[in-house]
Structures are given as structure tokens and as C-alpha cells.
């Protein structure tokens, strides 16, 4: 019986269209950002809130994956960003495929910066690239210090970590330490960017969007 590596041969198809991606983000010389998160960390309230903030300096479309609804959507057209959603249906991550499709969607071409948010998961998203220039990961505070040790595929591979909802922290009414999770954050990725903020707040915002201001200009 002839075994087929099903896993391989899925990643295999996912890399061709993540090339392509690639390719067409480099003609048109955009970045594009792929956001990874569990479910409920704040990647919409984290967009909407920079969308918003920095209209006047960066023109930034979104594609939103969710396993069903399009809620996030709504609430990202609310900025007037342009922003395309696609549902997975029940897979647990975006495909390159389904970016490829959705990019031909958006108006790239008045864009400065295409930013992906992806189904809600810690785990799956991190080994399916979509031709994204970084991966961002977002950490809320909520979720306990422990994430990047125990979920490190995605810590490892993202070139920012955004660490939100510190809002929650005064009070105690969350146990987090902030210089553990960056500590083992960074001990699995050295040069990893990290920026502790409140999307309902907007504390520590700002040094996110000075990175962000300067990462769209070098591509
Ligand atoms: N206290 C507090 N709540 C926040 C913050 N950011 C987001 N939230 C809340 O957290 C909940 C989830 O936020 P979302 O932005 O929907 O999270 P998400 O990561 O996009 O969720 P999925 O798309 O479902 O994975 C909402 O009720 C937000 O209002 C924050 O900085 N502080
Ligand atoms: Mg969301």
C-alpha cells in the first residue's frame, strides 16, 4: 500500500500560493502582516484602534479570517478601512490560497499596508505562512504568563509580540508578570519586538505605531 505524507503534502500546496503572495506584495512593494492570537486577545480591537489612530499616516487594508461570521469585518469597516472577509468553515487557520483570493479583492494599490488577522489559534496559523512579510502575536494579559513557553511555535516565529489588556492589571484583578512572558518570550526569539499595551486604553500604543511607521517604509 503506498503511503501518502497527507500533512506534507497540504503545507506543500499552502507554499506554492504563499509564494505568489509573496511575489505579488514585492511588485506592488507592500507589507503585509499576518496577526496571530488565541480567540478574545484583542487582534480587532488592537487594528481598529491603530487603524483609526494612524489614518492620516498609513493606509492600511485588512483581510479578516473567522471560522464563521463577519463580525470582525463590520467592525473594521467601521474605520472605512477597506477589508474583505473570508470564512474558514472550520478549519482553524487562513490558507495562502484564500489570501491570494482576497487580496485580488482589496484596492492594494492606494494601500500602504495589507494586515491579515487570523482565525483565533495559538497553534495551527503558526505553520501555514501566507506570504506575509512578519508575523505579530498578540498576548493578553488574560491568558497567563506561561503562553510563550508552552505554545512557542508562533513566539518563535513572530517578528512582534503585543502584549494587551494591561489595563487589567491594575487592581490584581490578573496574575501576569509582564518580564516573565518577555523574558521566555525572547529566550525563544532573540530579536522579537515587544510593545505592552491597552487597546481600550491606548497606553503603550504609541511605540507600537512608531515600529509600525517605520517597518511599512523599508520594504
Ligand atoms: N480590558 C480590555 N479589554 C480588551 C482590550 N482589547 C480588547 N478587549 C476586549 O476583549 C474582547 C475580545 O476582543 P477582540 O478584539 O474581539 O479579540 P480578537 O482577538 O479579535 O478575537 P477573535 O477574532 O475572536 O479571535 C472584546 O470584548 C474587547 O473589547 C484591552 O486592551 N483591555
Ligand atoms: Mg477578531
Same mark, same amino acid.
Not at 52 to 59: A, N, T
Not at 69 to 98: F, M, W, Y
Given at each position: ?7 506534507? /503534502? ?13 511575489? =505579488? ?18 487582534? %480587532? ?13 498609513? #493606509? ?7 471560522? $464563521? %461570521? ?9 474605520? #472605512?478601512?477597506?477589508?474583505? $472577509? ?11 490560497? $484564500? ?15 495589507? !494586515? ?6 495559538? !497553534? ?46 491594575? @487592581? ?9 512572558? #518577555? ?12 510593545? %505592552?499595551?491597552?487597546? /481600550?486604553?491606548?497606553? @503603550? ?10 517597518? =511599512?517604509?523599508?520594504?
Amino acid at each position: 500500500m503506498k503511503k501518502v505524507d497527507v500533512v506534507k /503534502k497540504i503545507l506543500y500546496a499552502n507554499e506554492k500560493y504563499a509564494l505568489e503572495n509573496v511575489l =505579488f506584495f514585492a511588485e506592488h512593494k507592500k507589507l503585509c502582516l499576518n496577526m496571530i492570537s488565541s480567540p478574545g486577545s484583542g487582534k %480587532t480591537t488592537i487594528l481598529a484602534r491603530t487603524i483609526s489612530d494612524l489614518k492620516e499616516r498609513i #493606509k492600511i487594508g485588512v483581510i479578516e479570517g473567522d471560522i $464563521q %461570521t463577519d463580525i470582525d469585518a463590520e467592525r473594521i469597516s467601521r474605520t #472605512k478601512a477597506p477589508v474583505v $472577509q473570508i470564512n474558514t468553515d472550520g478549519a482553524c487557520h487562513l490558507s495562502a490560497a $484564500q489570501v491570494s483570493a482576497a487580496i485580488r479583492e482589496l484596492p492594494v494599490k492606494e494601500l500602504d499596508l495589507v !494586515v491579515i488577522e487570523n482565525v483565533g489559534n495559538l !497553534v495551527c496559523p503558526s505553520d501555514f505562512d501566507l506570504g506575509e512579510n512578519a508575523k505579530i502575536v498578540v498576548l493578553s494579559v488574560a491568558e497567563g504568563d506561561d503562553k510563550p513557553i508552552k505554545y512557542p511555535g508562533i513566539f518563535a516565529k513572530s517578528k512582534a509580540m503585543l502584549i494587551n489588556k494591561i489595563d487589567l492589571l491594575e @487592581g490584581g484583578l490578573v496574575d501576569f508578570d509582564i518580564e516573565r512572558a #518577555k523574558t521566555d518570550a525572547r529566550r525563544l526569539n532573540k530579536d522579537m519586538e515587544i510593545f %505592552t499595551v491597552s487597546a /481600550k486604553t491606548g497606553e @503603550g500604543m504609541n511605540d507600537w505605531y512608531a515600529w509600525l511607521t517605520e517597518s =511599512f517604509k523599508n520594504v
